[in-house]
């Protein structure tokens, strides 16, 4: 059974497009990540819910925006795509995040805008 | 501010040997976690090791060990007896003060020759 499902696992898109990725976990957390992987490997925190409310957004363009329909999903809609977006973009969850317990990550998104 | 520091971009270790990642952090938060995760070139994000800032003894999972040294702010990462499939991208990271975001180091690319 996968932990934390991501669709789709390539993403091949023009500028201009809108597109979502979506995301699943059948853990039974209650908290939700996505974050973003660059071109050089370094992964930054875009959103956090928990238990479907936002509370984490961090300097994300407003052209990202995270949904939540339950607990166990958390879509990522991204309006007028840039060559920038380009990235892989991981889902995660966790249990009680202040209580030192690990973030499961999905297998990632890679995103590519031409 | 938050910060995790990798200085090692690349490392080289013979299989079956010891290797030392090394991670360095900063926080003024008492209250803190610090975790390795695993990526090898197929993507996916590992869990390996969790260290919390009030735990006494030092974090182990099999080959793996956290070298937690509070007062120097650093957190390094060791592998014993190093396999072909440990080569791989290690990131240090520490969960944030707010609503448990990891905040990464830049990654640490390690190939293990035989």
């Known amino acids: 059974d996968t932990a934390v499902s991501q669709t789709p696992k390539y993403l091949v898109t023009q500028m201009g497009n809108d597109k979502s990725i979506k995301c699943e976990q059948n853990?039974?957390?209650?908290?939700m990540y996505w974050y973003k992987q660059d071109s050089k490997k370094f992964l930054k925190i875009m959103f956090s819910y928990n238990n479907k409310e936002l509370i984490i957004n961090e300097t994300v363009p407003n052209r990202f925006s995270p949904k939540s329909p339950d607990k166990a999903h958390l879509n990522l809609h991204i309006n007028s795509l840039e060559l920038g977006d380009s990235a892989v973009y991981f889902c995660a969850s966790s249990q009680d995040p202040q209580a030192g317990y690990e973030q499961y990550f999905g297998p990632g998104t890679r995103l590519t805008v031409t | 501010a938050q910060k995790i520091t990798q200085t090692q971009p690349g490392m080289f270790v013979q299989e079956k040997e010891a290797v030392t990642l090394d991670c360095t952090y900063d926080?003024?938060?008492?209250?803190?976690?610090l975790f390795w995760y695993k990526q090898p070139s197929s993507g996916e994000m590992i869990f390996l090791i969790y260290?919390?800032?009030?735990?006494?003894q030092n974090a182990t999972e099999g080959r793996y060990s956290l070298n937690f040294q509070k007062a120097r702010k650093s957190a390094n990462l060791v592998i014993s007896a190093s396999q072909l499939g440990d080569s791989a991208m290690y990131f240090c990271a520490m969960r944030g003060n707010q609503g448990g975001k990891l905040i990464f180091g830049q990654g640490t690319e390690l190939s293990v020759k035989p």
């Open positions: 926080t003024s938060d008492p209250s803190y976690g």
């Open positions: 853990l039974g957390h209650d908290t």
């Open positions: 260290q919390g800032s009030y735990d006494q």
